[in-house]
């Protein structure tokens, strides 16, 4: 298995709403990713998690909250978005430096 | 600050010849470099990597060039073909503990046409 997998593909929320985005990857990864990307923009990295431990958070806010159950397991908790949060949120993984840095598909998200 | 550019944010180009894409730095600890394809709607698919301490690295039709000296890497494909339409990234990195930090460039839309 060489996939990073993200469900759901698409989600439309309300400003009220929770929700969460799951990640998964049986590569045996030690670190983990959510990245955040806007149309037409880069990706821009949110959080890291390095041997389930939170390594580095980029100043994202608290209505982002992520958790790693376990190694191959990454969530991204949401709650009380705006619309401006709207945008492809992606999971990353990779093994001890860059190898194998590879991405999931992405969640497509709609704030409303 | 924007420590990787891309400065051509797109590039058409015929089938069969060569694209050329380029990708600026400017954080001199960045030690190692990626190439990303993307689709719309996918996640970025890895292409090619390469450390400081090459100046090249090949694989199949993909050739990653490094100029540390000018901060500059450049991505070539030959030959070019129509599935290689997609937006290109180039990302940096320089830590190398476990979780690293890629930096990205804006990406470049590359249009082969048959």
């Known amino acids: 298995d060489t996939e990073v997998t993200q469900t759901p593909k698409h989600l439309v929320m309300g400003m009220t709403n929770k929700k969460s985005l799951k990640c998964e990857q049986h590569?045996?990864?030690?670190?983990m990713y959510w990245y955040k990307q806007k149309a037409k923009k880069p990706p821009e990295l949110m959080f890291v998690y390095s041997y389930e431990k939170l390594s580095i958070n980029e100043s994202v806010p608290s209505r982002f909250s992520p958790e790693c159950p376990n190694s191959s397991l990454l969530n991204l908790h949401l709650h009380a978005l705006q619309p401006e949060d709207s945008a492809l949120y992606l999971c990353?993984?990779?093994?001890?430096?860059?190898?194998?840095?590879?991405f999931g598909s992405g969640t497509r998200l709609t704030v409303v | 600050d924007q420590q990787v550019k891309q400065n051509s944010p797109s590039l058409s180009v015929q089938e069969g010849r060569i694209s050329i894409l380029n990708c600026d730095y400017t954080?001199?600890?960045?030690?190692?470099f990626l190439w990303y394809k993307k689709y719309p709607a996918e996640g970025p698919t890895f292409l090619i990597s390469?450390?400081?301490?090459?100046d090249k690295n090949e694989d199949g039709r993909f050739t990653v060039f490094l100029n540390k000296s000018a901060k500059h890497l450049s991505l070539h494909i030959v030959p070019s073909q129509p599935g290689d339409s997609a937006v290109y990234f180039c990302a940096a990195s320089w830590d190398r503990a476990a979780g690293n930090k890629l930096t990205f460039g804006g990406g470049t839309r590359v249009l082969v046409k048959p």
């Open positions: 590569m045996g990864h030690r670190a």
């Open positions: 390469i450390s400081s301490i090459k």
């Open positions: 990353a993984s990779s093994q001890d430096g860059f190898y194998g840095y590879t």
């Open positions: 954080n001199s600890m960045f030690d190692y």
